[in-house]
């Protein structure tokens, strides 16, 4: 995505935020004086064409006034904006999305459709290593981007608190150093809410590598964004506000284990968010909605297994989710909703101890 294309969208929505006002300006009637003046001048031989006047004003022509107003607005806002305060130029901060590549996390006000997911059964989280493979495929069925992800999760210890420590790595399988994104994330051990979590990707667009801090205390998330290689000085601060009606929430490194403490069956379904960087406003959080719709036992490279599959709705994307019945691990996602590929998505389970 090219930076016009986001100046356009920030243009566009600054223009929609200011459409009730422009709609609420009065429209001005022509006075009695100066049709009468018009007039005089016409009978003394002036030349004056008069618009053709109805008894109401016609709502067309006021919706026009206000779309001109709105161009002329659009006029004065599409020049470029200057460098930001801290001497970078204006770029886009956007997290990796749901099982795919660099997009935009869209917050929401609208309350979740479906309850919170419940997650009672936090114990049931352990230690393990787990590798998957993840697939991108054109509309032809060629394979376009292939990815190896490793996670483990250990026991530790944050701040005096027992926690989990989920680290993720993601890496070209091909070639290695071409690309890595790497996450540590952790969780609280009793009720799996975050606690800390640091994200570093490398490259991203012309840095070397970009790092994000994140801290979550209460209904807050805080921290800092920096980069490597040009470096942007201090950063960008991180802090914003995560609504309590949106949880629970999680990060990348845990959508394939969060679900192990959910008490799944043929009738579940339930709410989350996945967070994004949170550096810019449309990058917090996007909700998710999940649902069992059926039972499935497939095979994947780590073996075969009886799985509840859930489908997870996010934004206009779904997503077909398989849970492993026996503890709720997620062994595959698929999915072919998402315009920017015109093919599919795949992540399966391909070793696990």
Known sequence: MNLLFWR?????????????????????EPRKELLERILASREAGARIILPKVASQPARPRVMLLAAAAIAAVLLLVVIPRAPSTDGSPDETWASP???GTAAFAQTTSDAPE???VTLERANALRPLVARFVRSVRDSSGNLTIELRRDVAIVPAVINGEPAWRITLLDRDANTPSQHNHAETLYVARS????LQRAVHVSPYRRFQRINIQ???????????MTTDGPSI??????????NPVFGPYLSDAFTSFFLMAAPLDRDWRGSASLLGWAVIPNDVFVPLAMRVEGEERISVPAGTFDCWRIAIRLGVRRISYWARKSDGLGVRTYEESEASTKGTRELVLWSIK
């Open 233 to 242: 000085g201090p950063g960008r601060e991180i802090a914003r506000k995560l």
């Open 97 to 99: 999305a749901f099982f």
């Open 191 to 194: 009720q799996l809410r975050m």
């Open 114 to 116: 479906l309850p919170p």
């Open 214 to 224: 994140q801290h979550f205390l209460g209904d807050s998330i805080t921290g800092r």
């Open 8 to 28: 356009r969208r920030d243009t566009n929505d600054f223009a929609e935020a200011i459409r009730p006002e422009l709609q609420s300006l009065p429209t001005l």
